[in-house]
RNA sequence: GGAGGAGUGGCAGAGCGGUUGAAUGCACCGGUCUUGAAAACCGGCGAGGGUUAACGCCCUCCGCGAGUUCGAAUCUCGCCUCCUCCGCCA
């Protein structure tokens, strides 16, 4: 949620940001509504100022020793039509707040000024090339076709389970990605300062609210039948940002940085017909993901921090990446900006998508009333940040196309092999 | 699932339906005293919103939502959460 003086303020400011963003913003529409705002609020406070009044009159008129009667009636006068008066004022108020909140909470966070013109991702900034794409001498197999050979990655069992978009994974796959969870999660946690988290995969309203993905994103989640309005989480992100929500932070606890690996679920709603092969795109896909509440003069260099500690993931496992700055149209709802790591694809000849670090700023907090405190002690909003450290899937995947031999077996990457009882090669016929 | 009990400010804990945003204590901040510290004493100390150039003034909030009333922390109803006991269960 943007700060609704800021657009008091300034409304067509705001919207010249926002065209970055490739949001349209209503100025007119928002100013008519605002200024009714104003005066039905004004009004209506009025009228309860002179309401309470009155009945504090007969509160002491009755503590003077008048009789309840006596004193209603010396004050008749000035109750006469407000009850009426006020039931209309704030009949209207309740229905402008609720159309300005409607507006509001649809209004996405504005771009940082570094945050690059462009409409899609073809207009991306790509800021690093990390690693070198292994040059192969023989015929490269996608995940789909590595796993397949010995029934480890299994789609077709999946579907038979559920539908499409799921994946079944066994024997030394599925150990691979216990074993990249658990690395992912010793790195953050040993080497990067993050506190482990375990946290519920089921989230209220109020929860998806907090982070951006209601009201205006219901259609990408998994809702659950049942009494409460439950949702599958659709990232981490979600219940590990809500945290605090609703709290004023301890400044000496920020910054707080949380690692927390959970599954992850989405509808995948108009992605039909991409992606459909193999396990890029899948309903249920896990990540182990990082969060950081920080002060709000700090997230800027938390944001490189944060990125920089993905990519540590990338670079330990010897992957071939590359580091890019969303442009305005590529930028989530609730980032600030945002850098994705791409990891190279053999089997593709490009670069995919498997990770993405976003810094918030006070966008989420606002919405959840995450405060801390300034130096002078005065609640303050905190920033938020979140990234994919790494999604272990797509990074499963890669590990077997980018580490594939010429017989179809995987090479273990060495940083796994811990995880992997010392097995120094899987797949093998 | 059944039976009870409880939800008040950072914490503890008062609060007859009437000038209560809320006593008191602790914590915290400032001051006096002290060579310094502690103790003692004095003062301050919730959040959100509106309005204003500002000082200030006003509204809302005692788990949440309705209701009764001129007036609700206090009465009524519904919901949520927590605690205790019983049952069931990974």
Not at 105 to 123: A, F, R
Not at 189 to 206: F, K, L, Q, T
Request: charged share 25%; proline share 4%; with cysteine.
């Amino acid at each position: 949620m943007l700060d609704v003086k800021a657009l008091r303020a300034d409304a067509q400011a705001v919207a010249a940001q926002l065209q970055k963003k490739h949001f349209e913003l209503d100025v007119s529409a928002f100013e008519a509504l605002e200024a009714r705002r104003k005066s039905v609020q004004v009004s209506s406070e009025q009228l309860q100022a002179s309401k309470k009044k009155a009945s504090k009159q007969i509160g002491q008129l009755v503590g003077q020793g008048m009789s309840v009667d006596e004193a209603k009636a010396k004050v008749a006068d000035e109750l006469k039509d407000i009850d009426a008066e006020l039931e209309s004022a704030s009949t209207e108020l309740a229905d402008i707040q609720a159309q300005l909140d409607a507006m509001l909470s649809g209004i996405p966070n504005v771009p940082h000024e570094q945050v690059p013109e462009g409409k899609d991702e073809d207009d991306n900034e790509e800021v690093l090339l990390w690693g070198e794409p292994k040059q192969f001498d023989f015929a490269v197999l996608d995940h789909v076709d590595l796993g397949g050979r010995r029934d480890e990655l299994d789609f077709e069992r999946a579907a038979k389970l559920t539908g499409s978009r799921f994946s079944v994974m066994r024997g030394d796959i599925a150990r691979l990605n216990r074993a990249l969870i658990e690395f992912m999660l010793n790195q953050h946690c040993d080497e990067h300062g993050y506190e482990m988290i375990n946290v519920p995969y089921i989230v209220n309203n109020d929860t998806l609210y907090g982070t951006g993905q209601l009201p205006k994103f219901a259609e990408d989640l998994f809702k659950l039948h049942g009494d409460s309005e439950y949702y599958l989480i659709p990232t981490a992100e979600v219940p590990v940002t809500n945290l605090f929500r609703d709290e004023i932070i301890d400044p000496n606890q920020l910054p707080l940085k949380f690692t927390s690996h959970t599954p992850c679920f989405r509808s995948e709603a108009g992605s039909y017909g991409r992606d459909t092969r193999g396990m890029i795109r899948q309903h249920q896909f896990e990540k182990v993901e990082m969060v950081q509440i920080v002060k709000p003069e700090d997230s800027w260099q938390a944001l490189e921090d944060l990125t920089q500690h993905a990519e540590n993931i990338l670079q330990a496992l010897e992957l071939p990446y590359r580091k890019v700055r969303l442009c305005g149209g590529d930028l989530g709802f609730s980032a600030h900006m945002t850098y994705d790591l791409e990891v190279w694809l053999p089997s593709q000849n490009t670069y995919r998508e498997i990770s993405s670090c976003s810094n918030c700023g006070d966008f989420q907090a606002r919405r959840m009333q995450m405060r801390t405190r300034d130096e002078n002690g005065k609640p303050q909003l905190v920033h938020t940040l979140n990234g994919s450290g790494l999604a272990v899937g797509r990074t499963l995947l890669a590990v077997l196309e980018n580490y594939q031999n010429a017989d179809g077996s995987v090479t273990v990457p060495e940083a796994l092999r811990p995880y992997m009882g010392g097995k120094e090669v899987i797949l093998a016929k």
